[in-house]
């Protein structure tokens, strides 16, 4: 089986300034890789390198070709600008079948249904007429959730997608992302500051600080060292 996305001893940075090195990862159907690391580490650069937002300064991110043609689903940290975007849920949700379209200038019958698929996978059916920014914390990230996987059903990553919602909102975002992960089989990427709560939920851990402090399974990653010492609090997490 080959992986969907893999880091061959991959640099990444801005302007010829390395931010993280030496980084070394495979992702398969239906893994759940969660990314930490504190503040300034490399977590957010690593992502923009994944989705190809970033060039690697050395080695390579070798991308599955079913994931070129149908793009990697993508929920980013949201900004003040998305929490107030004036669209309906549908149309938010409608949105991620954009590079599905191609040069068509309207959606598919087949993205239509796709959109309606993913809202009812994720509770928000019922509010499909809605506006976006009339949502609570929690509905917009299901909508975005949604959206995200219009652009494909092979592998999401998610940049800290319950940063700001409440423990409930919070608690049913992360039961929805282990169900599509271990129900439909969706690859995960994850970026989180809450690690407590990761390590109930992912399978794979990267630690990041600008180079890996560690790369492997869960259960492992609690008998590290690297683990004691950013539980303990000697790392402090934060966004990069």
């Known amino acids: 089986m080959e992986p969907l996305i893999a ?63 149908e793009s990697i689903g993508y929920l980013p940290q949201q900004t003040e600008a998305q929490k107030d975007f004036p669209a ?21 019958r087949k993205e239509k249904l796709l959109a309606e698929k ?17 949502l609570s914390g929690g509905q917009k990230q299901r909508v975005l959730l949604a959206r995200a996987l219009c652009a494909t059903d092979k592998l999401l990553i998610l940049d800290e ?15 929805l992302i282990r169900k599509l992960n271990e129900e439909d089989h969706v690859a995960i990427i994850m970026v989180s500051h809450d690690i407590m709560n990761i390590l109930s939920q992912a399978k794979t851990i990267l630690h990041l600080k600008q180079q890996p402090l560690f790369y492997g399974t869960v259960s492992d990653y609690k008998k590290s060292e ?15």
């Open 88 to 108: 309906t849920v549908y149309e938010v949700v409608l949105s991620g079948c954009l590079k599905r379209r191609g040069f068509l200038p309207f959606y598919s």
């Open 7 to 69: 880091c061959k001893d991959v640099s990444l940075g801005y302007e010829n300034r390395e931010v993280a090195n030496g980084i070394n990862l495979e992702v398969y159907p239906g893994d759940y890789l969660c990314i930490v690391g504190e503040n300034g580490s490399g977590k957010s650069t690593l992502v923009k390198g994944l989705i190809g937002l970033i060039r690697p300064l050395k080695g390579q991110i070798l991308v599955d070709p079913s994931l070129r043609e």
């Open 118 to 134: 993913n809202m009812e996978k994720l509770g928000i059916g019922e509010i499909a007429k809605q506006c976006y920014r009339e």
């Open 161 to 175: 997608p319950v940063t700001g919602l409440d423990p409930s909102a919070m608690t049913e975002m992360y039961q």
């Open 226 to 240: 690297v683990s004691m010492r950013f539980l303990g609090g000697e790392e402090n997490s934060g966004n990069d």
